[in-house]
């Protein structure tokens, strides 16, 4: 099966010495991977990679089999993400957010998706307010909802979690599982360990720029085997 | 591209610098010239007259030459500030990263932002141009003539060519990824115009031409120096779009 996604031993280095180094990974259809990594870890510029937003020194990133530079436009209309910041724009309200990011990745029944995006993520009572008078979990919340209401074929989401209130999570988890159900790859980054362990299939661990390491999700104690992992690989890289 | 084009249209005409931008230049402007004109018809000191220049005619060319030198450069900072924002923002807000990974290319929606920035010049052109034409009426200047007719033309092409040497703008935007970057680019141009015009470039200056030719009457920038603002403002476009192509979130 063709990834819906992938990084092929994929570079990407800063002048200061930070960066990605030789990583591949795959995202397959109905499968959640989740980034974990303790913070600068590389986890946004994996993503940043893996989205265009960053071009590989070495290495190549597939979407759909086709090199990012030349993959077809309908490919990336097949694409939802969020990375750092939402695509909300704060003098325009949540409902016109989300028709704005419906029109630029080309769907038909705008108000149709719109609506039910809005019912999927609790944002019906904030619809016509102006994102700017939202609060920061709200704002989030719209963000999330314009990366998924074109129900993507692959997700890229970067932290989605911050500043969500604990029924957001909840909106959010059901909402990734029931996309991967239906056949969406998803590759999610977070800092809640339990929290991913619930929904992922796959964790794949990042420290140094690099992918050390994978953590089984049914583990107890994820925390603790996650750190025991990192500790390993900054001693081998101390050695 | 009609997809970018509405978000476009959309964002500016919601945000408040887009409403403050359009009242700037036409209420500003046509606020400004109006009072001129009281200016001259109420004193009685020469070297006030002398500094109003032709608004102390008070007639409609007087008045309209007038507006012509407020609009070239104060129609065009504030076209610019409008400019910068539409791209500047995208970095200061955050948006940019939602504008990755779209079946929209980027450059269509650099190009996007160009065009629903020269229509939204065309608009807020013809609006000054009734608003200049309410104003100079309510003055008590008369009917308005044949010439005076080809005057507000000239005005709302004056509009429309200040918006488009303000091209640079936004490539500045976008490579310092700051509105800040595009304002102090928009600063540099009015200086740049200015000093060309006492260097003696005039209408060989794309930056100037404009201004000059309204204020000339036409007379003293030949068809040839106006045509230099094609070249110039698709030089402009060129790039920026090239450089919303090109860009990667490295910074």
Known sequence: MTAALAVERASRAFKNGAGIFDISLELKPGQIVALVGLNGAGKSTLMRVMLGMLRVQSGEVLLN??????????????????????????????????????????????????????????????????????????????????????????????????????????????????????????????????????????????????????????????????????????????? | MRAAIWAEVVKLAFSTVGRVGSAAIVVGISVLSGSLLLAAATTHDPQLLAKLGPVAAGDWQGFLLGAAQVSGAGGLGGSAVVLAWMFGREFGDGTISGLFALPVRRSTIALAKLTVYLMWAVVMSVLLAIALAVVGTIAGLGQIDAHTWVMLERQWALGVMSAAITLPVAWAATLSRSVLGGVSVAIGLVIVAQVSVLAGLGGWMPLAAPALWAISLGTAVSPVQLALLIPFGAVFTTLTALSWRRMQLDR
């Not at chain 1, 993520?121 to 314009?146: C, K």
């Open chain 1, 65 to 239: 089999g086709h090199p990012l530079a030349s993959a077809p436009l309908t490919d990336w209309a097949k694409v939802g993400h969020l990375v750092e910041y939402p695509l909300a724009y704060p003098e325009l309200t949540a409902r016109r957010n989300l028709e704005l990011s419906a029109r630029l990745r080309g769907v038909s029944d705008i108000a149709g998706a719109v609506d039910r995006v809005l019912a999927e993520f609790a944002l019906e009572q904030y619809a016509t307010r102006r994102v700017r008078a939202l609060s920061l979990g709200n704002r989030q919340r719209v963000g999330v909802a314009a990366a998924l209401q074109h129900d993507p074929a692959v997700i890229v989401l970067d932290e989605p979690t911050n500043a969500l209130d604990p029924a957001g999570v909840i909106r959010l988890r059901e909402s990734l599982l029931r996309r991967a159900g239906d056949g969406a790859a998803v590759l999610v980054s977070s800092h809640h360990l339990d929290e991913v362990a619930r929904i992922a299939d796959r964790i794949v661990v990042m420290n140094r720029g690099r992918l050390i390491d994978d953590l089984d999700p049914a583990i107890p104690e994820i925390e603790r085997a996650f750190f025991e992992i990192v500790r390993r690989d900054d001693e081998k890289a101390n050695r």
